[in-house]
């Protein structure tokens, strides 16, 4: 594949609703059977990707792999998932230079000012087709700006039905992590939620209204009417939509990657596969384990980066409520080796906003306390599973099935508010945890 450094390398590209390309696929099962793969690393891309952002993120990603395998007789192979995420042009990701329209846009929100610009209308378009008037009105009252409670009502309700499933669709069985149902943002009083979303991106350093001082303590956090809240539904808007890829990666794990990744044994009886995804692809590949045949053993490693989803997601009880259990609980028995998440308290999209837009409703003057409940597993590794280990970046990684928290905060730290280091993902040493957590390359 062009552009993608790393040799032997496939694409394996699937729609909304799972469906894997079959000509991709079958290149895919042929290809690991003829190159006599030892093993097989798997990389699904999350939230802030469209194609040709998600190339450039395997290119970089699988960079120092063959350094790192040099002398060691393994022949690996790569894989790069694409799956319909959405790219938001205004969250710039390290080290890749942004284009002139993300600067732009970086540059207007920055200022405080919440737009709809052009470029990120038409991934919302890409997203989630068929729904070109309705992003016209919520440009048009993003624009506008009204001093009123009922615009608030109205663009909540358009972000609702914007994110909104039909009825057969699969991904109506992906909505949860832990038991929780819709998150708050999505049934709570609307100009509250604005409310609280506005002074979530205060306290990671975002200006919500032009001229607006950086530090929340150097002047009241709200007033000037209700039109300094409008930075905070451009948030609901991004949110919603982040709810809305986060269900899809579920929905395209296990019905789409699961179901192939359950096929390789049967081209290549010895390959041993490692997956590993990024935010909400970290979902994705822990949802592919569901899609895999009870008895496969061919899966000896996983590795979330950045997790965005439920840090309770792999328990057997929840802590807040012991009659449920997180909807992925049990499936890190399906792998052949470990469970590893590397997460960082640098970054923000976890550190505040996932939580916040799960809880909501309640105290908007505190964002910390939610993790308790409301947290994601890449800003504090995966919670309440019996016997998880816990280590830093750089120490000896157990190869033993079971849970691995590593705390990779030490490289995991450079980004821009209000997303954080969230995509700071691109160093070898954590290349270095997928191959050491897989034994690739070892006896």
Sequence with gaps: MAGVGVKPYWELTCDADGDVDQRQRDALLAGVARERLTDLVVFAHGWNNDRSTATRLYTRFFEPFPELLAGSGARVGYVGVIWPAMRFTDEPIPDFDPSPPARATAGATAAGEPVLEDALRHQLAQAFPGRDMLLERLAQLLSERPDARSAFDEFARLVRELVSVRQDSPDLLFAADSGDGLPGMLTDDPLEVCEVFTAALRS?????????????????????????????????????????????????????????????????????????????????VSYALRGLPPDARHVKSVTLLQGAFSHYAFCAELPHDRTLAGTLDGVQDRIDGPLVCCYSRHDEALRTFYPLASKLAGDSASFLGLFDRWGANGFDGIQAVPGTRRVRLGEELPTSPGCVNVDASAVVRRGAPPAGAHSDICHPQLARVILEAGRIGRA
């Excluded at 809305?244 to 296990?254: E, F, L, P, S, W």
């Design 204 to 284: 990671t350093g975002v200006a919500v209204w032009p001229g607006d001082a950086m530090d929340a303590e150097q002047r009241p956090l709200f007033g000037g009417g209700l039109t300094r809240k409008w930075s905070g539904a451009r948030e609901l808007l991004r949110q919603g939509a982040y709810y809305a890829i986060k269900r899809r990666a579920g929905t395209v794990g296990q019905l789409g990657l699961g179901p192939v990744l359950g096929r390789l044994p049967g081209e290549a009886a010895e390959l041993r596969v490692h997956l590993a995804g990024h935010s909400f692809g970290a979902r994705l």
